[in-house]
């Protein structure tokens, strides 16, 4: 399959004018200038031209939840689904989440290893989606956050039973649900932590044991300390928040940048929201803290938090908004949706960037993004390992 685009995001900001991109089987062969590219290609192969366009790498959503639907109460609509019901429900969204551009999910958390299994049918040809990164079963406290997804544990003997469970059962990254969460009402508060260091240690060394990095779900600064302390790879939210406000701790963060620990605020595609929610002072300072982060120079990463309440499964581009609203380039904000959250998920060799031997895995617009965000909105062709998904139609499901 034979490329061709007015413009092809080949690195950080950087364009190839008038390139092209040769494709075989799931993976691309070459990149460079049209004519030349054109040429190896021959007459026989398949074209897809894009004038006016760009083509990039496909968007990674570092942070999803298949298995909720994103309506005002999920955890009850999971709870009152079948299995069957629930994985039908997942390989819709798995589309949805396609056509939006992304080619790549991290998926943190979901019932029964059924996002295992459907990535299978995915990586089978036999259900469309995006290459799926799961964590299976997330590790929590007995009554922890989500506890309803069925992986309590309680000391360190158990959190090492829980990680070699996931990896065995195929998962690719192992999820500490280090701090409450809002989406387990009868659970700890969002700032409380709940494994013991011994048992966070515990866990991290066996993920790291497996070769499985470790996502710590966080939003309390002491949970955020502890994380880092016991050697996470990413850290999920990083809100830094505490009983009675937020607090913000220097050194740990320098840690966090030192340690080249990736943080995923996981920002909703509805954030513009956040402050009829929160109050308008206490969103500020929430939006401030990301843009304390980003200026430090943390390593941030692209996220949705899909299926929570008010996060479809197709607010990758409207929640990378967020990011140009703190002031942060285009050309930044596309890099932690693709090459940087590529290297976050441990998928830096093989995608997130346009060169040969990654996968195919593209995304054309029309426009050119890095002038204006918005132009990832007309999507023009989805490629996910070298197989061509057309946009769906307006008001499709």
């Known amino acids: ?13 950087t ?8 494709i075989e089987g799931d993976s691309i ?32 959503d ?14 009850a609509t ?10 039908q429900d997942m ?4 589309e949805q989440l396609l056509h939006s551009g992304v080619t790549t999910a991290r998926d943190l958390g979901d019932r029964n290893g059924l996002v295992l299994h459907l990535d299978r049918e995915i990586t089978s040809g036999s259900t469309p989606g995006p290459r799926i990164v799961s964590a299976g079963t997330p590790a929590t406290l007995p009554g922890g956050h989500c506890h309803f997804l069925g992986g309590e544990i309680s000391g360190a003997a158990e959190a090492r039973d829980l990680v070699r469970r996931n990896i065995a059962a195929g998962a690719g990254v192992i999820k500490a649900m280090v701090t409450g969460g809002g989406l387990t009402k009868d659970g700890p508060k969002s700032w409380q932590s709940q494994f013991s260091p011994e048992e966070l240690h515990a866990l991290v060394d066996e993920a790291h044991k497996g070769g499985v990095p470790v996502a710590a779900h966080a939003h309390g600064t002491d949970g955020i300390t502890a994380a880092v302390e016991a050697g996470v790879d990413t850290i999920e939210h990083c809100t830094w928040m505490t009983s009675d406000g937020f607090d913000l701790r220097q050194n740990v963060l320098k840690q966090i940048i030192d340690e080249r620990i990736a943080v995923c605020p996981a920002v909703s595609p509805h954030w513009q929201m956040l402050p009829r929610f929160f109050g308008e002072e206490r969103a500020a300072v929430m939006f401030d803290l990301v843009r304390q982060m980003a200026e430090a120079g943390a390593r941030l990463i692209a996220g949705t938090d899909a299926g929570v309440q008010r996060a479809g499964f197709d607010g990758l581009v409207p929640a990378l908004s967020f990011y140009a609203h703190l002031g942060l380039p285009n ?3 596309l890099d932690m949706a693709t090459a940087d959250a590529a290297d976050a998920l441990g998928l830096g060799e093989t995608t997130g960037r346009i060169a040969p031997g990654f996968r195919a895995d593209l995304l054309a617009v029309d426009g050119d993004p890095l002038e204006d965000l918005g132009a990832l909105k007309a999507i023009r062709a989805v490629v996910a390992a070298g197989r061509r998904h057309e946009p ?6």
């Open 1 to 13: 399959m034979l490329i061709t685009a007015d413009r092809v995001l080949v690195g950080s900001g």
């Open 15 to 22: 364009y190839l004018d008038d390139g092209a991109i040769l």
């Open 29 to 60: 062969t070459a990149v460079g200038p049209r004519a030349q590219i054109a040429e190896r290609a021959g007459t026989d192969a398949a074209h897809l031209a894009f004038p006016g366009g760009t083509v990039l790498p496909g968007l990674i």
């Open 62 to 75: 570092a942070h999803v939840h298949l298995a909720f639907d994103g309506g005002a109460d999920p955890v």
């Open 78 to 87: 999971l709870r009152e689904s079948s299995d069957e019901t629930l994985l």
């Open 91 to 94: 390989r819709n969204r798995a």
């Open 331 to 333: 050309s930044k904000i």
């Open 392 to 397: 769906l139609e307006k008001g499709a499901q």
